[in-house]
């Protein structure tokens, strides 16, 4: 058998390993995009319940308001009592979507931290291969 086969020349290396590099940051970028991506979806969904919620405490703010006016002129409490406890419900409703909103749109939780997973993994598989040779 011939060594002229089995090894390769030092320009071969050079050019295989920086065609490797290359697909990698290729990959790694595409991977990057796509979380990216994503996470600006889920950005938007957060905004929505965000206004979801701002609706929500617009109109638990009026009945509150029309459940104290009922509280006070009727005296006879139930219709007031009534509005008293949706208007309540809703208040509870909207803190719930707006904690939500404002805990899915923190930037921990957008940035793309399976790329700098991958990126350091890859770094470590370079810096190992790279070690051994």
């Keep these: 058998m011939s ?5 390769k020349t030092a320009g071969e290396l050079l050019s295989d390993a920086m065609s490797n590099v290359s697909g990698l940051v290729r990959s790694e970028v595409d991977l990057a995009r796509a979380e990216i991506s994503e996470n600006m979806n889920r950005a ?3 905004v929505g319940l965000i206004a979801g919620a701002a ?4 109109v638990a ?12 002129t009727e005296a006879g409490l139930d219709a007031g009592w009534s509005a ?4 309540a419900v809703l208040a509870v409703t909207a803190f719930g979507l707006m904690s939500k909103g404002l805990d899915d749109l923190k930037l921990s ?5 399976r790329t700098v997973k991958n990126v350091q993994r890859d770094a470590a598989a370079v ?5 051994d040779k």
Excluded at 3 to 7: G, V
Excluded at 61 to 72: D, E, K
Excluded at 84 to 87: A, C, R
């Design 127 to 131: 810096k190992e291969a790279y070690d």
């Design 109 to 113: 939780n957008l940035a793309p931290t």
């Design 61 to 72: 703010l009026n009945v509150l308001a029309a459940a104290l006016v009922a509280a006070l």
């Design 44 to 46: 938007g969904m957060a």
């Design 55 to 58: 609706i929500i405490a617009l």
């Design 3 to 7: 060594d002229k086969h089995t090894q």
């Design 84 to 87: 008293l406890i949706v208007g």
